[in-house]
């Protein structure tokens, strides 16, 4: 247990990078990492010695986060339509003015999709590894990247609303 | 070769953005996308934006790891956890053990700690018998032990057994005396002893029907009572003791009463 430390720690920034491009909240992304650090540890005994450490945390991480999604949405914590509304208009005009900030982009897509293009685009997953933490087949992960970096490019050129004009 | 038009599928156009292509086949791409302006729009973008989310991105994995995620701290409150944890758990099994081992003594004298309706009838009838007498100052006994040997022939002439008073010397306590009681559809005797501090106990005894039961135990507030059943006869130590120090007297109480042989 000594130097689990030395094993897990290396990881711990981009666990806190993918996190808070997920949450979009630095507080929030310490949280969901100190969740996954935590699961990790006392898991960690039963992982899969040939497994992949890296794809084992991130999917541990990214599963919590779904669960945090889904369990607040059940308690209905989730923002008001109104509140959509007006963000919506606001990441428009944002995008509109700065075409460029890909991060705001990257929040008005489904989690699946911000997470093919986090970890394929900047953590530098390979396909087989993303398709580990997805729970996906890998040619999946192929097809749904090439939709996710359609869908983001017409949000950062077009603004969120044309998407949803376009789709419809 | 470079000239001709090569079907490029999207797999690999993906693998182009994500600079994963090596010579041959990235050559092929950029020889197709030189010939697809439209493709070639769409393919930059998506480079510019991808290099752009990592760029963004750079400065939140550079930062220094807080102190809370550090798995040193993570690992010294997890132990914290499992040591509160843990410490439960052995309180819990202290408690079974003394539960278990009290048990496991008392099955040594044969009758085990469990449950029997006779013999609640018969630590009832003692437990309400030293209640009323053990606070007794001037009358506790009715026949004092200086006539023992009448008291206990006539208590064995009443009750139709032949009675016996153990020696609970060891345990500290001497006999006082005893008395007869009403006691069931008969008659009842009770004996009760004393210890230095003026601490009283008393064996009851009673006809009951049942001929060897288990030990039952029983708590009337301060009061602890084993009562068992023998070939007929209800039998009953009780004492202001707790459990663990009343169970070995009751042992000795049974063997005195119940000469094996």
Not at chain 1, 41 to 63: K, M, P, T, V
Not at chain 1, 75 to 88: A, K, Y
């Amino acid at each position: 247990m000594a130097d689990l430390g030395v094993v897990l720690e290396p990881l711990i920034p981009a666990l806190r990078r993918y996190a808070y491009a997920l949450l979009h909240d630095h507080a929030a992304a310490d949280d969901l990492v100190q969740d996954t650090l935590e699961r990790a540890l006392s898991r960690w005994s039963s992982r899969r010695a040939d497994g992949e450490l890296r794809a084992w945390l991130f999917a541990i991480l990214r599963n919590r986060h779904i669960d945090a999604y889904r369990q607040a949405r059940r308690r209905g914590t989730e923002v008001e339509i109104d509140e959509v509304d007006h963000r919506e208009t606001a990441t428009r005009q944002e995008a509109a003015i700065e075409a460029r900030d890909v991060l705001a982009a990257l929040e008005q897509l489904p989690e699946e999709q911000k997470s093919l293009l986090l970890l394929i685009g900047v953590e530098d997953f390979s396909y087989e590894e993303t398709a580990r933490v997805l729970g996906v087949p890998i040619g999946t992960v192929m097809s749904r990247l090439s939709r996710a970096r359609q869908r983001l490019r017409s949000i950062v050129e077009h603004g969120p609303a044309a998407l949803l004009r376009r789709v419809k | 070769m470079t000239g001709e038009d090569v079907p490029i599928g999207e797999d690999e156009l993906q693998a182009f953005v994500d600079e994963r292509l090596d010579g041959p086949r990235r050559d092929a791409v950029e020889a197709h996308l030189a010939r697809h302006p439209e493709l070639r729009e769409r393919i930059a973008a998506e480079r510019r934006q991808r290099a752009s989310l990592r760029a963004q991105l750079q400065g939140k994995a550079a930062e220094p790891i807080p102190a809370r995620l550090r798995i040193a701290t993570l690992q010294a409150a997890r132990r914290a956890r499992l040591a509160r944890r843990m410490s439960l758990i052995a309180a819990a099994v202290a408690i079974f053990v003394v539960g278990g081992s009290a048990g496991w003594f008392a099955n040594g004298l044969r009758p085990a700690l469990v449950a029997q309706a006779p013999t609640t009838a018969v630590a009832q009838g003692a437990a309400a018998a030293y209640r009323t007498f053990v606070v007794e100052v001037a009358h506790p006994v009715e026949v004092g032990v200086a006539q023992e040997t009448h008291l206990l022939q006539w208590l064995s002439k009443r009750l139709g057994h032949k009675l016996v008073a153990p020696d609970l010397a060891p345990f500290g306590y001497r006999l006082m005396g005893g008395r007869l009681l009403p006691g069931g559809s008969g008659a009842a005797a009770q004996l009760m002893y004393e210890d230095t501090a003026g601490k009283r106990l008393t064996l009851y005894v009673r006809a009951a029907d049942g001929t060897e039961t288990a030990f039952r135990f029983q708590q009337d507030g301060d009061a602890a009572t084993f009562a068992w059943i023998d070939q007929g006869f209800g039998f009953a130590v009780t004492a202001m003791a707790s459990r663990e120090e009343l169970l070995p007297i009751a042992e000795a109480v049974y063997k005195g009463l119940t000469p094996k042989g």
